[in-house]
């Protein structure tokens, strides 16, 4: 069993920060490729960020330059910092770990941004 919890969300206005965090427990480990997604209202949940067991991580273009993925190991956590927000950045924000034979989701956390 695999639990994922994200934080970190809120209410922000445009050219504002956010930082997410996702904390892991159970059966996963440092080994487990994490990445955060996110679903606007209407839209398909997409990726935003993936950070794998070295540290290399890759960006959805919608996000370069902005949003910065990084992972504590000791802390079994990763982050999601998010600068200069847009108000098209607004979604709910997932955590994901993939593993074999399954992946797991967080709840998702709510990012709003204002104009």
């Known amino acids: 069993q695999v639990q994922l919890v994200e934080s970190g969300g809120g209410l922000v206005q445009a050219g504002g920060s956010l930082r997410l965090s996702c904390a892991a427990s159970g059966w996963i480990s440092n080994s487990n490729t994490m990445a955060w997604y996110r679903q606007a209202a209407g839209n398909e949940r997409a990726l935003v960020a993936i950070?794998?067991?070295?540290?290399?991580?890759e960006y959805a273009d919608f996000v370069k330059g902005r949003f910065t993925i990084s992972r504590d190991n000791a802390k079994n956590r990763i982050d999601l910092q998010m600068n200069n927000l847009k108000p098209e950045d607004t979604a709910v924000y997932y955590c994901?770990?993939?593993?074999?034979?399954?992946?797991?989701w967080g709840q998702g956390t709510q990012v709003t941004v204002s104009s």
């Open positions: 994901k770990a993939f593993g074999v034979p399954r992946d797991w």
């Open positions: 950070i794998n067991s070295r540290g290399d991580t």
